[in-house]
Nanobody
Framework: QMQLVESGGGLVQAGGSLRLSCVAS????????MGWYRQAPGKEREFVAH????????SYADSVKGRFTISRDNAKNTVYLQMNSLKPEDTAAYYC??????????WGQGTQVTVSS
């Protein structure tokens, strides 16, 4: 069982930046494919960014490409989401996700990001 704890959310003005962190428990973090998702009120959860086990491959939703950067530090069991040039439409609860194969899929509790105009 892996536990994920997100932090770093908050209230920021449009154009500002935030860095989210997700710390994972356990000794197999470096084997996991990690991702960030978000869910705005009244909307479905949506993909934001993924990163592979080594950090050599990343992917992003079109809506955040060029503004957000996902990274990981396997020595610290942590994945990050650097968010720049934030927009009001980025307002959502952000969730960390860890996947290994088809049987292991874990979610954090979420951290709220609110961007004011």
């Amino acid at each position: 069982q892996m536990q994920l704890v997100e932090s770093g959310g908050g209230l920021v003005q449009a154009g500002g930046s935030l860095r989210l962190s997700c710390v994972a428990s356990g000794r197999t973090f470096s084997s996991y494919f990690m991702g960030w998702y978000r869910q705005a009120p009244g909307k479905e959860r949506e993909f934001v960014a993924h990163i592979n086990w080594s950090g050599s491959s990343t992917s992003y939703a079109d809506s955040v490409k060029g503004r957000f950067t996902i990274s990981r530090d396997n020595a610290k069991n942590t994945v990050y989401l650097q968010m720049n040039s934030l927009k009001p439409e980025d307002t959502a609860a952000y969730y960390c996700n860890a996947v290994l194969g088809i049987w292991r899929n874990y979610w954090g509790q979420g951290t709220q990001v609110t961007v004011s105009s």
